[in-house]
């Protein structure tokens, strides 16, 4: 909800220093049940990603790099310097898990020669796997590796399950994964096998920034780890609220690819003219583009199993007003799924 909330209203920003902090004491907790410890780890490492992926190109510098690589820079300082950025870039996310395992490592200092020192450490683990991981992903975030094995496969197949197997056994599957995706070779679609006309411009324009298309799936990720830790603690009776609230921004957050879409054919109004068939129909692939797209994100919210029929039901009338208030006022696009949210709200 924080990043889907940053794409909107970038005032948001400084807030979500305050989520990492809050997810630490769930997190450093032995007591905390394996499935609100799966969805908090998912979401803190999500953030984290998208937090390091944002300030990508200041860690490495990107608009200097032909004058650093003519420096006579020695390769392990310089790796040495990527590293202390990464810390530096990560600040909570990184220090804050170090910080704490030192304290409780301090404060316990008698338990490690005690007889108690073998249980002890087994409930240091799940703190120590939340410091190795956070290096992990802050590391691959700056390198542009997309993790969609760890990050997007595997969390939703221990969605099915979270309570069978304890949390050191989910640790154990959750490095399997990073392995698994660290050897598997990247999946490639041959330019032959494109799809024709508008469709190619499209899905070449995504896949030459991908910027934002990885940031509204990480917004949507975390919308949905975020909902389902803040579900399971909430009575009942408010639940409803909170499931509203998040087809609203996911409606938002999924409707706004068409913002890039627009910009694209704002681009190449020339080159488009020049084709067959009119305004209104390369508006209408547009559209259809978008839809396939969305399909991606509506199925990740139907496997997650946060929305029921009512739900379902509110998000495409949100959806839809997104797109028309894009369509028509861009600048104002928040005024038609608003004016629904109220209506509807109102009607209830």
């Known amino acids: 909800m924080g990043i889907g909330l940053v794409a909107l209203f970038p005032m948001a920003l400084p807030a979500l220093v305050m989520l990492p902090l809050l997810s630490l004491g769930v997190l450093a907790d032995p007591q905390t049940q394996s499935s609100l410890y799966l969805n908090t780890l998912w979401g803190y490492l999500l953030l984290l990603y998208s937090w390091m992926n944002f300030q990508r190109d200041g860690i490495y510098a990107a608009r200097y790099q032909l004058y650093l690589k003519a420096l006579p820079t020695n390769p392990a300082f310089k790796s040495l310097c990527d590293w202390g950025l990464i810390i530096y870039a990560a600040n909570v996310f990184i220090l804050g898990p170090v910080l704490l395992l030192i304290i409780v490592l301090v404060q316990q200092s008698g338990t490690l020669t005690s007889a108690n020192s073998p249980a002890?450490?087994?409930?240091?683990?799940?703190?120590?796997?939340?410091?190795?991981?956070?290096?992990?992903?802050?590391?691959?975030?700056?390198?542009?590796?997309?993790?969609?094995?760890?990050?997007?496969?595997?969390?939703?197949?221990?969605?099915?399950?979270?309570?069978?197997?304890?949390?050191?056994?989910?640790?154990?599957?959750?490095?399997?994964?990073?392995?698994?995706?660290?050897?598997?070779?990247?999946?490639?679609?041959?330019?032959g096998n494109w799809p024709?006309?508008?469709?190619?411009?499209?899905?070449?324009?995504?896949?030459?920034?991908?910027?934002?298309?990885?940031?509204?799936?990480?917004?949507?990720?975390?919308?949905?780890?975020?909902?389902?830790?803040?579900?399971?603690?909430?009575?009942?009776?408010?639940?409803?609220?909170?499931?509203?609230?998040?087809?609203?921004?996911?409606?938002?957050?999924?409707?706004s690819s068409l913002f890039g879409i627009q910009a694209l054919r704002e681009r190449y109004h020339l080159y488009l003219r020049s084709l067959s068939g009119g305004e209104f129909a390369q508006l209408?692939?547009?559209?259809?583009?978008?839809?396939?797209?969305?399909?991606?994100?509506?199925?990740?919210?139907?496997?997650?199993?946060?929305?029921?029929?009512?739900?379902?039901?509110l998000w495409l009338l949100f959806y839809t007003g997104a797109l028309a208030g894009i369509l028509w006022r861009p600048k104002w696009f928040l005024f038609v799924p608003c004016l629904v949210a109220i209506v509807v709200f109102l009607a209830a």
């Open 284 to 313: 209408a692939w547009g559209v259809t583009y978008v839809f396939l797209k969305t399909l991606i994100g509506v199925i990740l919210i139907a496997l997650a199993g946060i929305f029921e029929v009512v739900q379902w039901g």
């Open 196 to 255: 024709h006309g508008l469709f190619r411009l499209f899905l070449r324009a995504d896949i030459s920034s991908p910027g934002g298309e990885k940031l509204r799936l990480i917004a949507l990720l975390l919308l949905i780890a975020l909902t389902r830790i803040s579900a399971s603690s909430l009575h009942p009776d408010v639940q409803p609220y909170l499931l509203n609230l998040v087809c609203f921004l996911s409606a938002l957050i999924l409707a």
């Open 120 to 191: 002890f450490l087994a409930e240091l683990i799940p703190l120590l796997a939340l410091v190795i991981l956070s290096a992990y992903y802050g590391f691959i975030a700056v390198n542009n590796t997309l993790p969609w094995i760890s990050l997007l496969v595997f969390p939703f197949l221990a969605f099915t399950w979270p309570e069978e197997l304890s949390k050191l056994q989910w640790l154990l599957l959750w490095v399997i994964a990073i392995v698994t995706e660290r050897f598997m070779p990247a999946v490639s679609i041959p330019s």
